[in-house]
């Protein structure tokens, strides 16, 4: 199993980001997908959810101003938010898993993640 973030970079409080995962699977698509994030000095947080059929997760710091959404197949992750603030600068986690009837909302604990991508949101 691969993961790949993209759509990271540098933005202007303000204004929004959408970031992008691209899961790789071989026979079964993931039951569950999320994206995570770590500033430096701070623990990893949860930022939002989904599982196969569609419910969403978020964390409140995000809520009102993120998306999570997935393509049917659940092989492209999405994350936009909107209105970001420069506290929305850190490394964005994509994950993945595969357990049927696992995923539980932002304490799911996930098997398959990838590398990251920064983001960086400057006031």
């Known amino acids: 199993v691969r993961l790949v973030e993209s759509g990271g970079g540098s933005v202007q409080a303000g204004g929004s980001l959408r970031l992008s995962c691209a899961v790789s699977v071989y026979m079964y698509s993931p039951t569950c997908m999320g994206w995570f994030r770590q500033a430096p000095g701070r623990e990893r947080e949860g930022v939002a959810v989904i599982d196969s059929d569609g419910v969403t997760s978020y964390a409140d710091s995000v809520k009102g101003r993120a998306t999570i959404s997935k393509d049917n197949a659940m092989t492209t992750l999405y994350l936009q938010i909107l209105k970001v603030k420069p506290e929305d600068s850190a490394m964005y986690y994509c994950?993945?898993?595969?357990?049927?009837?696992?995923?539980?909302?932002?304490?799911?604990?996930?098997?398959?993640w990838g590398q990251g991508t920064q983001v960086t949101v400057s006031s």
């Open positions: 994950a993945a898993d595969f357990r049927p009837l696992y995923c539980s909302g932002l304490g799911t604990q996930f098997g398959h």
